[in-house]
């Protein structure tokens, strides 16, 4: 099942930002996306699910909004690699 979420946002916000109305949108939801990727809350494949593209697609464009492909806690790294 396949649930819809509105948001709602001031008629003049696309062109504040010099985007189209469907830009925003997919950029909105992409940065939904990555912030939640992020915040640990959300796997690569879902993320990559919600805006609608392939697993790698979602991983290359991280690099745009800052975020690292790699979501370890410093912790979580070291643990890994010790049992590796």
């Given amino acids: 099942m396949v649930r819809k979420m509105e ?6 916000l696309p062109d504040v930002l010099q985007k189209s109305v469907d830009n925003f949108e997919k950029e909105a939801k992409m ?3 990555v912030k939640l990727f992020e915040l640990k ?3 690569s494949g879902m993320a990559a ?9 979602f991983l290359k464009e991280l690099e ?7 979501n370890f ?8 690699v010790e049992n590796a």
Avoid: F
């Fill in 31 to 33: 940065a939904m996306a």
């Fill in 41 to 43: 809350r959300l796997s």
């Fill in 64 to 70: 745009k909004y800052e975020v690292s492909i790699i």
């Fill in 7 to 12: 948001i709602e946002y001031p008629d003049t």
């Fill in 49 to 57: 699910e919600i805006v609608g593209m392939r697993r790698v697609e």
């Fill in 73 to 80: 806690e410093p912790e979580e790294l070291a643990s890994d």
